[in-house]
Structure formats: structure tokens, C-alpha cells
């Protein structure tokens, strides 16, 4: 039945089977099974065309049969099979397979779809795009005014037949205007006027008059036209400005909590801004391109840069040099129009006067800040952005205008050097060089041209900009003149364009928009224009801005890459002398190894912390009785001890510590402290160059901070008042309590003396020489001064003998039986060379006897005790030098602790205050951090720096093409 519905069954419809079954009735019922024989076959098998219609209709399982079905059931008759139900049971398998096929199709359905959704939620969310795309309001506006617009155009009937090449011209720029719509409004607005050239072709010398006053009207219609249309398109500039201002103003407010993205000329001005300091002389990496701004002085050129910057940015002067400095202005679109210098965060708003005035003093100050005393131009840059609604993007360099005469004032040398300025500028080869020619002065008065010429013969990258043509034609009696410079004709000098634009109406205070209406009314009216002296795509600085954009922009494109791949050969010339060189060593610059430094210098004033109590008291004594000992044996002890009472010595000894102690002592005490500190500090870091893991490269740096730490630190200011009462309560102590303070002070002073006995010695010998033995021994000689004073010695040697308790100066009766006694030897002596002499050799007595009684009192501590008064013994010598001692002690104790508790800390504060400082400091790193190893690593930063921005900035670029 299957295969009678689905049409498969052949060339047999439902009547033949219905046919065959009536044949055999009497033998089978209607539920009987119906027999296939010889008597039947024919019947059942015989095709007729109604069945091969009906097959044919039915396809599917899905229709419905127009014929009852015959519900016999499948048994087969005598064993054997039938042939038609095998064939049916074999197409049912057949369709099972296509509903496995069908399945299998779903299934692969869902799966693809569950993968699209997957990749649907992996792709960002866009949607803030719409506040950025024009609505279908907008839209519809705009085309409104495109249609107000096109309906300007209504041409009279009559008398244009010879000028129908121009009409032509027109209607083509007006389709591609209206095609283009607001994209590429700038280059339409250049090459629609360059379209619109002016139509010379006037009438044969056989035409009647009438045909030329109609010419002449027709001309005079076709430039009114021209003119209504290049309003027009300045209008929609000024509508689509104000659009543009407003989408960016979106954008900042969409971007709010996001990163800022850098705008594309933002990129390039930070690459040119790492490439001048890399190479200040643009002779060996920096071949990117920028529009170099060169001029006669007073000849327009910053005024052909404010007119481009839509702002009047820089300070202005009648006739003096107002440019002494290399200005870098980059132009960039913005929604607000501001100004910011490349080192503030101060942003100048430039629709304010108040803001322009203080950029422009800000301008002047930095000038005259960067030119050197004695100079009058000066090649350091000055960096500035300016953004702005409809500002084209590029980056100009304002140079100092060329002079041809030093005057009053001025360097000898500055004509020379605003040349080599310029000229450094205008060598690379991708520089674009927008040269300035004033309008109004003859034409071979210029200096600019010829230098011009020289940097680029060919004119490949040079634009030449007229300015102050009103004046020129109020003042050219041959208009043709201004054609032959606007052609090229006048000049030796070639360029890729020619321009002819006005920046002033001769007042200072003129506002940018006011200049701007000047130039369009002029340019309007102007005879010049009329006659076709100048062409639409030479006029106005608007479209010199347009010109400029788009040749700074090709150059960008045909040279970044070829600089990036420079940069890359540096960069692997660099890295391998590195691991020539330095191997196995990091590649720090100057400021990560001040880092380093500091880190280690901090460390080392955090090891004072280390030294023990001690390790300080011992340095302070050791120091404080070498700035003191002097002071103490020459004016305290000396003269005390010259006198025999003990009372008086005693009463002498107390008024001269007293003194000593109040005026003195404290504040030599506090130097004694800081020299101490700083002692220690200096073994610290010279203990440090001992380690294996010293680095030479920090010793200037850390010698340099430990000094200016130590000259900046001062001793807190009541450390004197403190120290004066305990040095006075100290040395005002008298009782020695104990045989150890005692026999501690017997050897404090046989010490003292020892050395100061030494000294003396050591003295005579100078003053006389070796003795007989040593000059007989060493082959040695005296001088006739030191024989004199041999001679001299042995007499005054007498003198002690005969007296062992004699005054420490001689009589004058003395010093006269001594001349006389040498002059018999015939040795002259005056009176000043025997007082020297006998000097020295009592200040020998004196210390040998001062020797014996310490030595005599060494056991003398009992009768100390008991006031001296059975012993005879005479040790106030002892206990003078008890009382010192004992203020030594004291006095270190003191230093120490004001050490360790507050002088240490505040000394490790100012360290940090230095380094602080030194860090902020470019020139105080590169003095005190040098060698190849440094330069070299700055070298390689510097230039993966400027790699990778260039890489960023190309990637960048890629895009926006």
C-alpha cells in the first residue's frame, strides 16, 4: 500500500489490483489474501496511463491517496514468498535512513547554532557607537541644505555657449561635492576651486561686440557663482566643525573611567619629542618628517603658524626678533580649542584673552630662559599642542627668521647661527619646508630663497607661501610679477606648490576670525583673482593648511617604516657590544642604578645603627683628646706646673678648666661628635669596596652624598647647653675614689708624656743634626745652622746642669754669657736663635722630671689619701690629669648617646633629603654615574623606547588607512 501511495510502486494503479481481486470473488473474500497466478498477472501487472498520471503526482509519504487501501494481511500462500512485499519491506529501510539523515541535519542545526551565539557573546559591545554616529536627523538636514544648496545653481539661457567647458567643469566638482558629503571635505574644498580654474579662453578678433559684452557677463556670473559656492562649502565646514566638536565632546564623556586613547598625531609628536633628545643634530637617526617653518625676518611666518593654529599664540614685536628659539607646535583635533606645553599640565584656553596673554609671556619667559647670557638665539625647543575643533593635524617648527645684518644688540655670531639652524632643520631629507616670502617687499631683497634652493634643489618638499599680497597689489604696479612668483617663474627655486595668503591687517591686536574675513573679502574683490593672476587653489591659508596636512601626512607614510627599521639595526648593534662587553650583568640606565645606589647608601647608614656603645666611646676619646691635648698641655698644664706651690698650681689649674669648659670645650666637643660620625661613616663605606660584590660604579655617587649629608647636618642646638654642665660639674671633681682611677691616671699621664717627650726629642734632632756617631757611621753631615746649634745645645745644656730647677726663660745676663762663649768659638748667634733653641731643650727637662714624679707617685694613692701632708710628695700632676680623663669619659658617654638616640637618625634624614635631590637632578646623575657601561645602557633604552613608539604609532597608522 506504501508503494501504491508513494507512487512507487510502477506503472499500476489501484483499479488494475481492483480488477484482479474481482476476477477470483468466488474465491476469496475482501479480507482474503489475493494470490498472484498466471491468471492474474497480467491483470495486476499491466500498466495503463491513469497510473502513471496518479504515480507521478504522488512523491511523498506526506499525500494523502485518492484510493481506499486494501487491508490484506502479509501471509504468504504455499511457503512462498511474494515479491512485492520484499520490495516494500526493502523500501521501508530505505526511508528509515532518511529519517536518520534528517535528524542528523537538526541535531547539526542546533549545534551550529549554540556555536554562533558562543561567538556572538565573544565579539565587544559597540553599542556606544551610536552616540557617536549621526542620527537619521542629522542625516536628513544635511541632505536639506545639499538640496538649498544645488538649487543655487540656476545658469541663464543665453551667452554661455563659450564657456561650456567650464560649466561642465563646475557640474562635475559639484557631483563629486555632493558624493563625498563631509568626508573628505578639506581635499574637495582644494580641488573643487583647483577645478574651477579661471576660463581665459576669450572671443576671436572676428566676433562682434555684442558677443563679447555677453562673454564678459557670462564671465562675470560664472566667478559670482564660483564665489556663492565656495561660501556655501565654507558654511557646511562650519556645520560640520561644530558636529565634529560635539561628537568629541561625547567621546571624552563616553571615555570617562576608560583609557584615554592617543590621538594619532599625539603618537608622532612624542616620537619626534624622544628622537630630539636622543640626536640633537638630526645627523644620524631622526629622518622623520615635520614642516619646517623659514622665513625673512618679519616676513609672516609665525603668523602663517597662528593662522594654521586658528590662535594667536606667540608674543608679537614691531620689526625686532620675537622668535629666538625653535617652537614645536603640534596640531591636533580636539573639542575644545586649548594649548598645553609638552613639561605642564596647565592646559591655555585659546577663546580667552586673558589665556593667550599669559601663554604668550609664557612663550617669551621660556624663550629668553633657554638663550644663554651673551647669546641671542638659542637651538633648544620648545614643545607645544595645540587642539582644536577642525584644526589639521601636522607639526610645525617655528624657527628664528633669517637675517642678513647683526644689529645693536645682537651676538656677533647670530647670523651664522640662525643659518646653521635653519639649515640643520632643513637636512633631512623628509623635512617639509614651508618657505615664507613677504608680498609687500621686492622679490630680490629675500635671503630665505637662495637658502632654500641650497637644502633642496629640486623642490620636492618645499611649499612656498606669499604673504601680505594685499599690500603687493597696492603697491605692484605689474601684477604680472605676483604670477610669475606664483607660478614658479620668478625664482630659481622650485617647489611642489605655490600659495598666496593674508595674516594681518597691519594690527597686533586683530583676532584670528577678523584676519580670516579680511582674506576671504580680499581675495573676493580682488583684481588679482578677477583677471586669473591667482587661481582658486592658491588663496587662503585654509587651503594652504589643507596643502601642508596632506603632503606631511604622505611624507609620514613613506618614511616611518624605513625609520623604524633603522632604529632596529641600532638596536641589535647595541645589545651585542653589551654582551661583548658586560656579560651576565643587567642593562641599568643612569636612573635605575641611582636606585641601586640609593638603596645601598641607605643601607649603609642604617649599619651605624650596628656599632656598639663601646666602638663609639672609644672613637670620641681618641678624637676629643687629639683636638684637645694641645690646649691642655701647652696653656693648662705648663704654666701651672712651672711654679713650685702646690696651692698655686691647684688654684691656676681650676681657673683654667673653668674657662676652658665654659667658652670652649662644649662646642669643640659637638665638632669632635660629627667628625666622629662622620669617620664612622667613611670605614663603613670603605668597607663595603672590600666585598666581592662591590661595584665601582657607586664610589663618586656615595662619597658625593656622604659629604653633602654631613656638610648639611647640624648638632642639635641644645647639645652645647647639656654638655657645658656635665664638662663642668666633671673637671670641678677632684676626689679620685679608688687605686684604680688612680694607677688609670698614673698611666694617662706617663703616657701623655712619653709622647710629647718623643716629640721634643724629635724636635732637637731636626734643629742640630745628627750626632758624631751617626755621621760617622751613616756618612752623614750637619748644615752650618744645625753646627750652630750643636754648639748652642752644649752651652745651654750647662745651664740645666748647674740649675736643675731653673725658670722656663732665660735672663738677659744668660743670653749674653752664652753669645759670648759661642763667639770664642767663633759660632754668631743672635738672641731669637738662643730663646728657640733653649725652648726645646727645658721643654725636654721639664717632661723627664715631669716623668719621674709620676713615676714617684705611682704608689703615692695611700698619701692621697691623707692629704700628702707626711709624704712630701708633690701628685697634683696626677690629679689634674685624673679630672681630664675622667671629662674625657664623660664627655664620650654623652656624644654617644646623642649619637645613637638622635644624630644618627637625623643624619640618615638628610641622606634621603640628598638622594631626594640628586634623584630630580639630570646633570648630578650624569656627573657622578659615568663610563661606556652607563652610556651604553642609556642608549639602549633610549632607543627600544623610540622603537617600540614608533612600532606603536606605524600599527596605529595601518589602522586608520
Not at 563659450?162 to 555632493?178: E, K, N, P, V, Y
Not at 580654474?197 to 562675470?220: H, I
Not at 654642665?725 to 699621664?749: C, G, H, P, Y
Request: glycine fraction near 4%; aromatic fraction near 8%.
Amino acid at each position: 500500500m506504501i508503494r501504491i501511495a508513494s507512487g512507487s510502486f510502477g506503472s499500476y494503479c489501484g483499479r488494475c489490483l481492483k480488477a484482479a481481486a474481482s476476477h477470483h470473488s468466488s474465491k476469496a473474500t475482501s479480507n482474503a489474501v489475493l494470490p498472484i497466478t498466471q491468471s492474474t498477472r497480467h491483470i495486476a501487472h499491466r500498466p495503463c496511463m491513469a497510473a502513471r498520471q496518479y504515480s507521478l503526482a504522488y512523491s511523498t509519504l506526506s499525500k494523502q491517496s485518492l484510493y481506499y487501501r486494501y487491508n490484506a494481511p502479509a501471509v504468504y500462500k504455499g511457503g512462498r514468498s511474494m515479491s512485492t512485499f520484499t520490495k516494500l519491506r526493502s523500501v521501508m529501510k530505505i526511508f528509515r535512513i532518511r529519517y536518520i539523515i534528517l535528524t542528523g541535519g537538526v541535531a547539526g542545526g542546533v549545534t551550529a547554532k549554540a556555536t554562533y551565539e558562543s561567538w556572538k557573546e565573544k565579539i565587544p559591545d559597540l553599542s556606544w557607537l551610536a552616540d557617536l554616529v549621526p542620527g537619521d536627523d542629522s542625516v536628513k538636514s544635511f541632505m536639506s541644505e545639499v538640496k538649498k544648496f544645488t538649487s543655487h545653481f540656476k545658469l541663464p539661457e543665453k551667452g554661455f555657449g563659450i564657456i561650456t567647458d567650464g560649466f561642465s567643469q563646475m557640474s562635475q566638482a559639484t557631483s563629486r561635492f555632493l558624493q563625498s558629503g563631509d568626508k573628505d571635505k578639506g581635499s574637495t574644498g582644494i580641488t573643487t576651486m583647483a577645478a574651477f580654474g579661471s576660463s581665459d579662453s576669450g572671443s576671436t578678433a572676428n566676433e562682434q561686440p555684442n558677443e563679447k559684452q555677453k562673454l564678459d557677463q557670462a564671465k562675470e556670473e560664472f566667478l559670482e557663482a564660483q564665489l556663492r559656492y565656495q561660501r556655501e562649502i565654507e558654511r557646511l565646514e562650519k556645520e560640520n566643525k561644530q558636529l565634529r566638536k560635539n561628537l568629541l565632546i561625547k567621546g571624552e564623556k563616553r571615555s570617562v573611567g576608560r583609557k584615554v586613547k592617543k590621538s594619532l598625531i599625539d603618537m608622532y609628536s612624542e616620537v619626534l619629542d624622544e628622537l630630539s633628545d636622543f640626536d640633537n643634530n638630526y645627523d644620524t637617526h631622526d629622518h622623520l618628517p615635520r614642516v619646517v617653518v623659514v622665513g625673512d625676518q618679519s616676513a609672516g611666518k609665525t603668523s602663517v603658524l597662528e593662522m594654521i593654529a586658528q590662535a594667536r599664540l606667540f608674543p608679537r614685536g614691531s620689526g625686532e626678533m620675537m622668535t629666538r628659539t625653535p617652537v614645536k607646535v603640534t596640531l591636533s583635533e580636539g573639542p575644545y580649542h586649548v594649548a598645553q606645553f609638552k613639561d605642564s599640565n596647565r592646559e591655555y584656553d585659546l577663546t580667552k584673552e586673558t589665556e593667550l596673554q599669559s601663554l604668550r609671556q609664557e612663550i617669551e619667559l621660556r624663550m629668553r630662559n633657554k638663550v644663554r647670557k651673551g647669546q641671542t638665539v638659542s637651538s633648544e625647543t620648545i614643545s607645544l599642542s595645540v587642539r582644536g575643533p577642525g584644526l589639521q593635524r601636522m607639526v610645525l617648527v617655528d624657527l628664528p627668521g633669517i637675517i642678513s645684518t647683526v644689529t645693536h644688540g645682537m651676538a656677533s655670531d647670530t647670523r651664522e647661527a640662525i643659518h646653521n639652524m635653519s639649515k640643520a632643520y632643513m637636512k633631512n631629507p623628509n623635512a617639509i619646508i614651508l618657505c615664507i616670502q613677504d608680498g609687500s617687499v621686492d622679490a630680490e631683497r629675500s635671503i630665505v630663497t637662495e637658502l632654500v634652493t641650497s637644502m633642496d634643489p629640486e623642490g620636492k618638499r618645499t611649499i612656498f607661501v606669499l604673504t601680505k599680497v594685499d599690500l603687493a597689489e597696492k603697491n605692484s604696479a605689474n601684477p604680472s610679477r605676483i604670477k610669475q612668483i606664483l607660478d614658479g617663474k620668478l625664482f630659481p627655486m622650485k617647489a611642489l606648490g605655490y600659495f598666496a595668503v593674508i595674516t594681518g591687517k597691519g594690527n597686533t591686536s586683530d583676532s584670528i576670525e577678523a584676519i580670516k574675513s579680511y582674506e576671504e573679502k580680499f581675495f573676493r574683490t580682488s583684481q588679482l583673482f578677477k583677471t586669473g593672476t591667482l587661481k582658486p587653489s592658491q588663496m587662503t591659508t585654509q587651503n594652504l593648511s589643507f596643502a601642508v596636512s596632506d603632503c606631511f601626512w604622505k611624507m609620514v607614510r613613506e618614511s616611518v617604516e624605513q625609520q623604524a627599521d633603522t632604529f632596529k639595526a641600532t638596536r641589535f648593534n647595541l645589545e651585542t657590544e653589551w654582551k661583548n662587553n658586560f656579560p651576565r650583568m643587567r642593562e641599568l640606565d643612569r636612573d635605575e642604578l641611582f636606585e641601586k645606589a640609593k638603596g645601598e647608601v641607605l643601607d649603609d647608614i642604617m649599619r651605624l645603627g650596628e656599632i656598639s656603645p663601646k666602638q663609639w666611646e672609644d672613637a670620641i676619646s681618641k678624637i676629643l683628646w687629639e683636638r684637645v691635648s694641645g690646649h691642655v698641655f701647652e696653656h693648662i698644664y705648663l704654666p701651672a706646673a712651672q711654679t713650685d706651690n702646690s696651692g698655686v698650681f691647684n688654684t691656676t689649674v681650676d681657673i683654667k678648666l673653668k674657662t676652658w669648659a665654659d667658652q670652649q670645650l662644649p662646642k669643640k666637643s659637638v665638632e669632635v661628635g660629627w667628625e666622629t660620625l662622620l669617620d664612622q661613616t667613611s670605614k663603613i663605606i670603605e668597607e663595603d669596596k672590600s666585598r666581592k660584590d662591590h661595584d665601582a660604579i657607586f664610589d663618586d655617587l656615595k662619597s658625593t652624598v656622604k659629604q653633602e649629608s654631613v656638610n648639611r647636618h647640624k648638632w642639635h642646638e641644645l647639645a652645647h647647653d647639656s654638655l657645658r654642665v656635665i664638662q663642668f660639674n666633671t673637671l670641678e671633681d677632684r676626689s679620685i675614689s679608688d687605686k684604680q682611677q688612680w694607677d688609670s691616671a698614673v698611666q694617662f699621664m706617663e703616657n701623655i708624656l712619653s709622647q710629647r717627650l718623643k716629640e721634643t726629642e724629635d724636635r732637637i734632632y731636626n734643629m742640630v743634626g745628627p750626632g758624631a756617631t751617626e755621621r760617622w757611621m751613616y756618612w752623614k753631615n750637619r748644615t752650618p745652622e744645625q753646627a750652630n746649634r750643636a754648639e748652642l745645645k752644649s752651652e745651654l745644656e750647662k745651664l740645666l746642669q748647674v740649675d736643675k730647677k731653673h725658670k722656663p726663660t732665660l735672663a738677659a745676663d744668660e743670653i749674653t754669657t752664652v753669645r759670648k762663649n759661642l763667639q770664642t768659638r767663633s759660632v754668631e748667634v743672635d738672641n731669637e736663635f738662643i730663646r728657640e733653641t733653649w725652648h726645646q731643650l727645658y721643654r725636654k727637662h721639664f717632661l723627664k722630671a715631669a716623668l719621674q714624679r709620676g713615676r714617684d707617685c705611682r704608689k703615692a694613692f695611700y698619701y692621697y689619701q691623707k692629704g700628702f701632708t707626711e709624704s712630701g710628695l708633690e701628685c697634683n700632676d696626677i690629679v689634674l690629669f685624673w679630672r681630664i680623663q675622667r671629662m674625657l669619659q664623660v664627655t664620650s658617654n654623652a656624644l654617644r648617646q646623642q649619637i645613637m638616640n638622635t644624630e644618627a637618625r637625623r643624619l640618615e634624614n638628610e641622606v634621603k633629603h640628598v638622594l631626594e635631590e640628586y634623584s630630580e637632578e639630570k646633570e648630578m646623575k650624569v656627573r657622578l654615574l659615568t663610563g661606556r657601561r652607563v652610556e651604553l645602557a642609556e642608549e639602549l633604552k633610549r632607543v627600544r623606547q623610540i622603537q617600540e613608539k614608533l612600532e606603536e604609532f606605524i600599527e596605529a597608522l595601518s589602522k586608520e588607512k
